[in-house]
């Protein structure tokens, strides 16, 4: 180490390096470039900030844009700070002498490992047969790069969420997070401390198209894994010249971002929360939120079938209480049924039971059998799989053509008397419809 730190003293010229391996090492002012210079690892300085940090940024862009930082919450307060490999295979950072950052290793290696910063983002240790012992993008900071997870490997314990800077000046572990829920079928939430803000709809495989630069599309692919050993929810783009990235931000928006070239700025092509409906079971259970022009306003799911649970304080926008059944559900004469609604967000599925090759059909089967559960659908047209649940619904938004998440399904027990057959109920509607139309335009001529 000594001869480290004289070496460092010594040292006059920044040097650029393609991998770390053996005795080489990073110091202030050195990078690690990634192959094609996409990317670019070094020391930097969050906005007037004096600290230092060990990061991954865009090389090629002018505006500095951090994706990852190593040493969040232990700031470099010296610049005598080096970056090298350390036994036994992990890269290590020291500040004045002493550990601030190592990676970690999940498997035990031999010791020899090399360093490289990929063309994805993705800072990598490997080992002499080339293989991964370690990878940044198991650590994911506030920013999910194409190729990035959420969620949750199981066989290597690992969780990857996203938590937000402290501000811009610094990376420090923020108050925001963007963490996936697995303990029903899978979902994320945008949590502000331990507090729930927001969730999002449970994990579907979807197409984005976002209108990037006038006319120039934009298509972002999100997939979803759900097995026995993970559950992840990552995303790709079409067309990786825009450097789209998604970023926990610190005042509490999960950003979709992407490049313009030509305007040299980052554009938020999607973010979320979206809308005040957004906020989390804001409508209580079995309600739903709309947005009239001028504020929010909630409703039941469906007016004839169900009632606000105290009428009152519902009235008094108070919409806490949520809604319930006009008929409740009387199971054990076994004549319930279901009622399908086109929703464009899935309730919370935090508490309820999925399996992934049961088909649509078993699905139902499987919760007409079973008098406590309330609602079924398979959350994914692309894939099989069954989602039932148990607890009253709540945080439902209705499919509007406005909102970017595609329709789904969902098919909610009822008492058998309020299951008329849908297509008859719109029939019955075009009915009242043909009659007040006759019985006004009588009465409009007579006041004409
Ligand atoms: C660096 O470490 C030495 C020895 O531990 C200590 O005396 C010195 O104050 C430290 N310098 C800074 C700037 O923290
Ligand atoms: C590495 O992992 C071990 C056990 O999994 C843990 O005790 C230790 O704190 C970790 N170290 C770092 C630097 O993350
Ligand atoms: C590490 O690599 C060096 C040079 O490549 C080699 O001499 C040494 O034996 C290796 N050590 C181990 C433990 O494999
Ligand atoms: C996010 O992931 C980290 C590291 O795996 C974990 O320690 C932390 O508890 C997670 N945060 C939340 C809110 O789940
Ligand atoms: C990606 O977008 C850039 C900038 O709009 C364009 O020049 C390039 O041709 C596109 N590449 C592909 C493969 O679509
Ligand atoms: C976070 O995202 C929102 C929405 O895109 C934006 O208005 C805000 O400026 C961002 N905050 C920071 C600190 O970047
Ligand atoms: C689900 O089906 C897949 C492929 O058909 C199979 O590999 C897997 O073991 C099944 N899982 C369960 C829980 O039955
Ligand atoms: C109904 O579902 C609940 C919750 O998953 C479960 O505890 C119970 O055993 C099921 N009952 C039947 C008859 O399958």
């Known amino acids: 180490m000594l001869f480290l730190f004289l070496f460092f003293l010594l040292k006059i010229h920044a040097v650029e390096l393609d991998t770390i391996s053996g005795s080489q090492f990073l110091t202030d002012g050195d990078t690690l470039v990634s192959p094609t210079g996409i990317f670019k690892l070094g020391f930097f300085q969050p906005g007037s900030s004096e600290n230092k940090y060990l990061g991954i940024w865009y090389n090629k862009i002018p505006v500095t844009t951090v994706v990852w930082v190593a040493n969040r919450n232990q700031p470099l307060t010296t610049s005598n700070h080096v970056l090298k490999i350390g036994y036994p295979g992990v890269l290590v950072l020291y500040n004045n002498l002493t550990t601030i950052w190592s990676s970690n290793m999940t498997t035990t290696t031999s010791g020899n490992v090399t360093a490289e910063l990929r063309d994805t983002g993705n800072l990598v ?31 290597r314990g690992l969780v990857w969420n996203l938590t937000s800077w402290k501000s811009n000046q610094d990376p420090g572990l923020g108050q925001f997070s963007y963490v996936p829920n697995t303990h029903g079928y899978p979902e994320s939430e945008i949590q502000q401390g331990a507090v729930v803000k927001f969730r999002g709809s449970p994990w579907k495989n979807q197409r984005f198209i976002g209108n990037a630069e006038f006319g120039k599309n934009i298509i972002i692919t999100f997939s979803a894994v759900i097995t026995e050993k993970v559950v992840s929810f990552g995303y790709n783009s079409d067309n990786t010249s825009f450097l ?81 059944r006009r008929i409740p559900l009387d199971c054990k004469k076994g004549s319930d049924g279901f009622v399908k609604y086109s929703v464009s967000k899935l309730p919370e599925t935090a508490s309820s039971w999925f399996n992934m090759n049961t088909s649509l059909e078993g699905c139902k089967a499987k919760c007409l059998n079973n008098c406590t559960c309330i609602a079924y659908a398979n959350p994914d047209a692309t894939l099989q799989g069954c989602v039932l649940w148990f607890n009253d619904l709540i945080d439902i938004r209705l499919y509007s053509p406005s909102n970017i998440n595609k329709a789904t399904d969902i098919f909610i027990r009822m008492a058998s008397s309020e299951i008329v057959d849908q297509s008859n109920s719109k029939k019955k509607g075009g009915t009242k419809i043909k009659i007040i139309l006759i019985v006004t335009i009588p009465l409009f001529l007579l006041i004409v």
């Open 125 to 155: 240790l490997i080992d002499q047969n080339k293989k991964v012992v370690w990878q940044s993008f198991d650590y994911p900071t506030d920013t999910l790069l194409p190729g990035m997870k959420l969620g949750n490997d199981y066989s």
């Open 244 to 324: 789209p990235r998604l970023t926990m931000n610190s005042s509490g928006k999960l950003e979709t971002l992407v490049w313009l070239e030509g305007a040299k700025k980052w554009l938020a092509a999607y973010t979320f929360p979206f809308d005040v409906c957004d906020a989390y079971g804001t409508c209580g259970s079995y309600g739903v939120c709309s947005i009239d022009v001028i504020q929010q306003s909630c409703s039941c799911l469906d007016e004839k079938r169900f009632v606000p649970r105290d009428k009152r304080s519902w009235d008094a926008n108070d919409w806490s209480g949520g809604c319930i």
